[in-house]
């Protein structure tokens, strides 16, 4: 077996992510307080204001963040789905479990935040725009997958069927997006692309990133942090939960 | 194919004897539009410009409705797991039973659209559009409905749970539903937005009955 095969088959084992995954938390929850302190500060107090926004627009840096996360956590939870459909995988299935309340919050800053900028610069707190009505949509997603995960009593069958809703789901997030994207669009397109420089000096957009990197790190560890309290849970009865909880 | 003749005329005749099942949505949605009608207040042109989408969601709300039941009764009596056991492809099983059961509910609420617009003041160009959109339409909130009700149909109290699960998924098709008929009803061409409802509706024959399929799978190990 390749070191890859190995690896994989190791992270099936919730014990042994248990064992590893210590240092992982502490990293990510340094890295992520740092990082969101240091880019939060930088851009809220030192970088320049926008030519028409003025400091209005220096929500971007949690803004931007959040909305970014809320779709990319959306869509792990999607490849995990495949995972425990395919390899059964419990860690996957935790994965899914611990994943949707803490997307549904972020996605729920991205909407707050979304609505709090769209007064001063749309005069309006909602608006039924393409981006802000799928994110929308996304966090109903969201609470649909919990809605399901809580209704099934059995935890490997409720991990099944929030496995199917989210692979479901992540097919329907572009579809979703391009519809509502047919409508007039207000919302601006997106400033940073991965295919082209952007559109906003570096005094700027590197706050955004160092924020970007801290909002990652900080759901990694919100995240790590779950998986450990799931694996917990689940494993309450085995031997070595009962060990670990005897020493510390 | 001879397990989806089979499959479908074993459906006609268990919702010809079952008529209430059918009957029930089409109620739901003749009585949401006189409601409708009602809550608006008899102001007839404020009516008009909005008629399209009220019609468009209030289908939606009874394909729903209908949809979230459909695979309990073979749950309850065993026929579901014969259907999972019967080891033909379960594609052409699934997706048999779902033509069968908008045969008897989108169908009848697409036949029934013009006329629920005619009472909510559509204009009279705006018909055709409102029922063809719904034509497309239909099916594909019930491919996807049926997703919400498979992962759901164990659960005893599973209704509102399927709803929770499905309209989020629905927002497409409404979006290009209601903005065909809403352009018909504003004298624009609905071209574009029907021939995206028939991409989703594309989509979702081929798509929808695998997820349907995996998630009977699911649910039938409650």
């Known amino acids: 077996m390749g070191r890859f095969t190995t690896w994989f088959y190791r992270m099936g084992s919730p014990r042994w992510f248990f064992d590893l995954s210590r240092p992982w938390l502490v990293g990510f929850l340094v890295a992520g307080i740092v990082l969101l302190t240091v880019g939060t500060v930088w851009g809220l107090g030192f970088a320049p204001p926008d030519y028409q926004q003025g400091d209005s627009y220096r929500i971007i840096y949690i803004h931007v963040p959040s909305a970014h996360l809320a779709e990319a956590l959306y869509v792990a939870m999607g490849v995990a789905g495949i995972v425990v459909l395919v390899w059964r995988m419990k860690l996957a299935d935790m994965f899914i479990a611990v994943t949707a309340p803490v997307g549904m919050a972020i996605t729920g800053i991205a909407l707050l935040t979304g609505a709090i900028w769209g007064r001063p610069t749309w005069g309006a707190w909602w608006v039924w725009d393409a981006r802000t009505t799928s994110v929308l949509v996304l966090f109903f997603l969201y609470v649909g997958i919990m809605a399901l995960r809580q209704a099934i009593p059995r935890a490997d069958q409720a991990g099944r069927a929030a496995a199917v809703l989210a692979i479901v789901g992540t097919v329907n997030v572009p579809i979703i997006k391009y519809s509502v994207d047919w409508w007039l669009t207000l919302h601006q397109p997106a400033s940073i692309t991965f295919t082209a420089a952007p559109a906003m000096p570096p005094s700027m957009w590197v706050p955004l990133l160092v924020n970007f990197l801290g909002f990652y790190s900080l759901v990694a560890a919100f995240l790590v942090a779950g998986l450990r309290n799931e694996v917990l849970r689940r494993e309450a009865d085995a031997q070595w939960v009962r060990d670990w909880v005897g020493r510390s | ?222």
Request: with cysteine; proline share 6%.
């Open chain 2, 1 to 222: 194919m001879n397990i989806a003749v089979a499959q479908v005329r074993r459906d006609f005749l268990v919702a010809f004897h079952a008529r209430a099942d059918a009957v029930h949505p089409v109620a739901f949605f003749a009585l949401t539009v006189v409601l409708f009608g009602l809550g608006m207040g008899p102001e007839r042109h404020a009516m008009g410009a909005l008629a399209p989408g009220m019609v468009w969601v209030l289908a939606l709300l009874a394909t729903m409705m209908a949809t979230e039941g459909l695979f309990r009764r073979d749950f309850e009596d065993g026929t579901l797991e014969q259907l999972l056991l019967h080891g033909r492809p379960l594609f052409v099983a699934v997706l048999a039973k779902l033509f069968a059961h908008w045969c008897v509910t989108g169908l009848i609420l697409t036949a029934l659209s013009p006329l629920a617009g005619l009472m909510l003041q559509v204009p009279p160009e705006g018909l055709p559009v409102l029922a063809a959109s719904l034509a497309l339409g239909t099916p594909a909130l019930t491919l996807i409905g049926a997703i919400a009700a498979a992962l759901t149909v164990g659960l005893g109290r599973g209704g509102v749970l399927a709803a929770v699960i499905a309209l989020p998924l629905f927002v497409p098709v409404l979006i290009f539903g209601a903005g065909a008929s809403l352009s018909a009803a504003s004298g624009a061409s609905p071209a574009g937005e029907l021939l995206m409802l028939g991409a989703l509706l594309a989509a979702a024959l081929t798509l929808a009955p695998f997820a349907v399929g995996l998630a009977l799978r699911v649910s039938q190990e409650y």
